[in-house]
């Protein structure tokens, strides 16, 4: 699969990209991320990107040019836009990505892109959540952090990711490792026990449990409640 992200700092992508399971998706070719540098395209000789709002207010606009020539070539691709006020990023929305051939991630920075860009070259805008960053470099990484993990061959075991957390809308239960007592903090019994139907049990209402307490949300939302 191929990931364009078209951002004003590529240099960001340094770390995210050298690290972990997004960097063995790229070194085992499951995974090409082409970085376009938005700066390329910027206008005159300080190579703008960016200008005050028109009807005036606080901060700066994306212009249309640099980000009209950065996606002029990757108008055959699904492209997505990263902002505050896109529609939140769920494990749905990286399965849909992760089945794709060709995705172009565009992060944008400043107080908003104008509108025009938009309306013409963007499919999608998705934001990481009701808070406000100061660019879209994040949401990015995150996607394609999120999509690596699902390309076939990459995790090792394709059981994992498939049993996990918001798979079927609920989060994930407690786990524990060896040793069985640290200092007195002890395991809960049942884990200790062997007896595959109470422990499966258990886990079960943790999952409830947990998901009653933190994010109710997603029990009103599910769609098969059989757990
Ligand atoms: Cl995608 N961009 C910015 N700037 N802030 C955010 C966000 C994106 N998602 C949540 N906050």
Redesign the pocket.
Same mark, same amino acid.
């Given at each position: 699969m191929r990931v364009n992200v078209v951002t004003m700092f590529p240099e960001w992508f340094d770390g995210p990209l050298s690290i972990s399971i997004v960097a063995r998706a790229i070194e085992d070719g499951a995974l090409v991320v082409e970085l376009v540098d938005l700066r390329e395209h910027g206008l005159g000789r300080h190579r703008q990107l960016d200008d005050s709002p028109f009807g005036g207010g606080p901060g700066m606009v994306m212009m249309i040019e640099p980000l009209a020539a950065a996606l002029e070539p990757l108008k055959d691709t699904h492209r997505v $836009?990263?902002?505050?006020s !896109?529609e939140p990023?769920s494990q749905e929305t990286l399965d849909r990505w992760a089945e794709t051939n060709e995705v172009t991630f565009v #992060?944008?920075?400043y107080e908003g892109v104008d509108q025009r860009v938009i309306d013409n070259f963007i499919d999608e805008e998705? #934001? $990481? !959540?009701?808070?406000? $960053?100061? !660019? !879209?470099e994040?949401?990015?990484a995150a996607a394609i952090e999120g999509i690596a993990r699902l390309l076939p061959g990459v995790v090792g075991n394709p059981e994992s990711t498939e049993k996990e957390s918001f798979r079927d809308g609920l989060l994930e239960e407690p786990v524990y490792t060896r040793p069985a007592d640290f200092e007195g903090w002890t395991v809960p019994e049942v884990l200790l026990s062997g007896d595959h139907g109470r422990i499966e049990e258990w886990r079960s209402q943790q999952r409830v449990e947990r998901t009653r307490q933190r994010r109710p949300d997603l029990l009103r939302n599910r769609k098969d409640p059989d757990t």
């Open positions: $836009l990263f902002t505050p !896109g990023m #992060s944008g920075r998705v #934001s $990481l !959540g009701d808070y406000v $960053l100061a !660019g !879209g994040v949401a990015a």
